[in-house]
T-cell receptor
Framework: KNQVEQSPQSLIILEGKNCTLQ??????????LRWYKQDTGRGPVSLTI?????NTKSNGRYTATLDADTKQSSLHITASQLSDSASYIC?????????????FGAGTILRVKS | EAQVTQNPRYLITVTGKKLTVTCSQN?????MSWYRQDPGLGLRQIYY???????DKGDVPEGYKVSRKEKRNFPLILESPSPNQTSLYFC?????????????FGPGTRLTVT
């Protein structure tokens, strides 16, 4: 069964600190892996998209890693800011006959406090 | 500005009263999709559309209908809403269903069925 599991479910950190969110998946066949940020009451917004051959990708203070062998990904946030408080969703894209199907994790809720 | 819009943003209705949630995108995207998001679960796909007049069921299509008469619009129809359809709904679009195309999400519609 295609699944995406994220940990931890929630996390509280102090402003300025770093943190790492984890994502494990069993999706097959694999096409790409995405990390989204979802602010409360808003739609998800893409942070990074990585294909099989990419093992790291950065977007400002966000760095995603991918280990396709172990089917694991992480999202590292550096020097956190209050505006980083959000839900972070790992999404794995699977190759289907018609195109790609997205399988969503339940998300990690991050709260950054001052 | 490139965007996906949804209306209404909030809706409270009663069991059995037909309703439609509209979705529109201004990016000339071929692929559009509807998701629902429930606490503790990842986004689940309800229906998707590869192009005009081409729609298909996602993972949780029961109780929903869609249509794609024009490229920019993809309304979600609940013919006889029930309380278990209380959820947060997102419309999304991308240029095509395949590859690493960015998927853009609307702002969400929070539906409560009493």
């Amino acid at each position: 069964k295609n699944q995406v599991e994220q940990s931890p479910q929630s996390l509280i950190i102090l402003e300025g600190k770093n943190c790492t969110l984890q994502c494990n998946y069993t999706v097959s066949p694999f096409s790409n892996l995405r990390w989204y940020k979802q602010d409360t009451g808003r739609g998800p917004v893409s942070l990074t998209i990585m294909t099989f051959s990419e093992n790291t990708k950065s977007n400002g203070r966000y760095t995603a890693t991918l280990d396709a062998d172990t089917k694991q990904s992480s999202l590292h946030i550096t020097a956190s800011q209050l505006s980083d408080s959000a839900s972070y969703i790992c999404v794995v894209s699977s190759i289907m006959e018609y195109g790609n199907k997205l399988v969503f994790g339940a998300g990690t809720i991050l709260r950054v406090k001052s | 500005e490139a965007q996906v819009t949804q209306n209404p943003r909030y809706l409270i209705t009663v069991t059995g009263k037909k309703l439609t949630v509209t979705c529109s995108q201004n990016m000339n995207h071929e692929y559009m999709s509807w998701y629902r998001q429930d606490p503790g679960l990842g986004l689940r796909q309800i229906y998707y559309s590869m192009n005009v007049e081409v729609t298909d069921k996602g993972d949780v299509p029961e109780g929903y209908k869609v249509s794609r008469k024009e490229k920019r619009n993809f309304p979600l129809i609940l013919e006889s809403p029930s309380p278990n359809q209380t959820s947060l709904y997102f419309c999304a679009s991308s240029s095509t269903a395949g590859g690493i195309n960015e998927q853009y999400f609307g702002p969400g519609t929070r539906l409560t069925v009493t």
